[in-house]
């Protein structure tokens, strides 16, 4: 590929950041959410479909929340029956967090129709040309993450 069609790969996903950035605006809006709540919520119902639950602390991380913006944030979406609270078995001091019927329902009913549509997108592509877009995608989330992880510790700017 050439420097110029690296480069509007890079435009492309730029582009594309802005548009989920777009997105997820709309989706808070529509859900007479803030922002970092929509990001909370979605932040839970990705985290436990992966299998792992956010305590608070992982969730303020997540988000980039400070303690008392992400306690803030939990009640209010446990008010609105979005998610609640689990205290740990084991350790009483753990608390982890996990979606509501209500939290899951929002997300569905507002991301569902574009996950069809990217269905649709997918199924275009042969199972090879997927699996270089799957590991293409992994990394450049990865190196994205890396680099936010790198500029929250006062890494380079």
Known sequence: MT????RELVELLQDYADEAGRLGHAF???QGLHRTDAQALLAVLRAERAGAALTPGRLGEEVGLSSGATTAAVDRLERLGHLHRVRDEVDRRRVTLHHDAAGADVG??????????LDGVLAGYTPDELAVI??????VVATVA????DMS?????
């Not at 420097?3 to 690296?6: K, N, V």
Request: proline letters at 6%.
């Open 108 to 117: 569905r009913a507002f991301f569902g129709p574009l996950a069809s549509r």
């Open 3 to 6: 420097e110029a069609g690296r």
């Open 153 to 157: 510790e006062g890494g380079p700017s």
């Open 28 to 30: 808070a809006a529509g």
């Open 146 to 149: 890396e680099h936010r992880a």
């Open 134 to 139: 799957h590991r293409f995608l992994g990394e």
